[in-house]
Nanobody, 118 residues
Framework: QVRLVESGGDLVHPGESLRLSCAASRSDFVAGTMGWYRQAPGKQRELVATIIRDGGTNYADSVKGRFTISRDNAKNTVYLQMNSLKSEDTAVYYC????????????WGQGTQVTVSS
């Protein structure tokens, strides 16, 4: 089996930056689309950004121009650089990977808390 391990969540002030990382526990699993989602208290989980294997990206309108998703295929790792953070970005951030090889799997990380507060 393969797991996703997230890191980087923290408490920051509005306007500050954070970088989230998510690494797969096994390098022999090949991921296709990888992405970040978030869930704020009392709300449904929503897409933040996704990235396909060749680097193509997709962002939620609420984070365009502030967040950047990237990946390192050799390390089976996806990153989320978050700049100009706002209080409404406060949520638990979840990593997702759709593995293609050696078997098709849709895996979620355990989540990392991001809190933006003055």
């Amino acid at each position: 089996q393969v797991r996703l391990v997230e890191s980087g969540g923290d408490l920051v002030h509005p306007g500050e930056s954070l970088r989230l990382s998510c690494a797969a526990s096994r390098s022999d699993f090949v991921a296709g689309t990888m992405g970040w989602y978030r869930q704020a208290p009392g709300k449904q989980r929503e897409l933040v950004a996704t990235i396909i294997r060749d680097g193509g990206t997709n962002y939620a309108d609420s984070v365009k121009g502030r967040f950047t998703i990237s990946r390192d295929n050799a390390k089976n790792t996806v990153y989320l650089q978050m700049n100009s953070l706002k209080s409404e970005d406060t949520a638990v951030y979840y990593c997702n990977a759709q593995f293609l090889y050696p078997t098709r799997l849709d895996i979620w990380g355990q989540g990392t808390q991001v809190t933006v507060s003055s």
